[in-house]
T-cell receptor, first 115, second 107 residues
Framework: EAGVAQSPRYKIIEKRQSVAFWCNPI?????LYWYQQILGQGPKLLIQ????????DSQLPKDRFSAERLKGVDSTLKIQPAKLEDSAVYLC?????????????FGPGTRLTVL | KNEVEQSPQNLTAQEGEFITINCSYS?????LHWLQQHPGGGIVSLFM???GKKKHGRLIATINIQEKHSSLHITASHPRDSAVYIC?????????FGTGTSLTVIP
């Protein structure tokens, strides 16, 4: 079974530029999560989708971050414009349903460096 | 103050040693999770606990709900156990993550 795919794996941009990350969850998984992990910290949930609807985006900085999950499958996370403090690893995870984290499958992450 | 505190932050052990990582939390929870993150960034879920104790191979996780404390134990540690171990709690409304414990097991 293929795992969660993310691209790109690495991205370096200058501040005020825009960037987008892509995630393809495991086939059939209804729930998709985006996490931000800043160096030295634990992951922080940015947004959770159930199919193509948003369940929780309370920690998403909506002035600059946006995410969508068209057709309830792939998802993109965008940052516009990026700030230095956005440098982090962005992890995508999917689960069959619900919120039980032990059923979440994580992708390899995208490491973003903002200069 | 963080809702989830882990200790130690860094841990170096000799191969074969018994290892304990601690997690304390300050919120009411429906479940506690132990995650393992390897240097490549991939995260693997090790345990989900709501009470008592779970064992998987050389890994043991315990939780004391009254004391709001959990421990992850690794018996007969091996260099391949080197990773960051993260404690996360689910309040039912939100997840809170600890900052992780970086474990290095030396051959």
């Amino acid at each position: 079974e293929a795992g969660v795919a993310q691209s790109p794996r690495y991205k370096i941009i200058e501040k005020r530029q825009s960037v987008a990350f892509w995630c393809n969850p495991i086939s059939g998984h209804a729930t998709l999560y985006w996490y931000q992990q800043i160096l030295g910290q634990g992951p922080k949930l940015l947004i959770q989708f159930q199919n193509n609807g948003v369940v929780d985006d309370s920690q998403l900085p909506k002035d600059r971050f946006s995410a969508e999950r068209l057709k309830g499958v792939d998802s993109t996370l965008k940052i516009q414009p990026a700030k230095l403090e956005d440098s982090a690893v962005y992890l995508c995870a999917s689960s069959l349903g619900g919120r039980a984290i032990d059923t979440q499958y994580f992708g390899p992450g995208t490491r973003l460096t903002v200069l | 103050k963080n809702e989830v505190e882990q200790s130690p932050q860094n841990l170096t052990a000799q191969e074969g040693e018994f290892i304990t990582i601690n997690c304390s939390y300050s919120v009411g929870i429906s479940a506690l999770h132990w995650l393992q993150q390897h240097p490549g960034g991939g995260i693997v879920s090790l345990f989900m606990l709501s009470s008592g104790k779970k064992k998987h191979g050389r890994l043991i996780a315990t939780i004391n709900i009254q004391e709001k404390h959990s421990s992850l134990h690794i018996t007969a540690s091996h260099p391949r156990d080197s990773a960051v171990y993260i404690c996360a709690v689910d309040t039912g409304n939100q997840f809170y993550f600890g900052t992780g414990t970086s474990l290095t097991v030396i051959p």
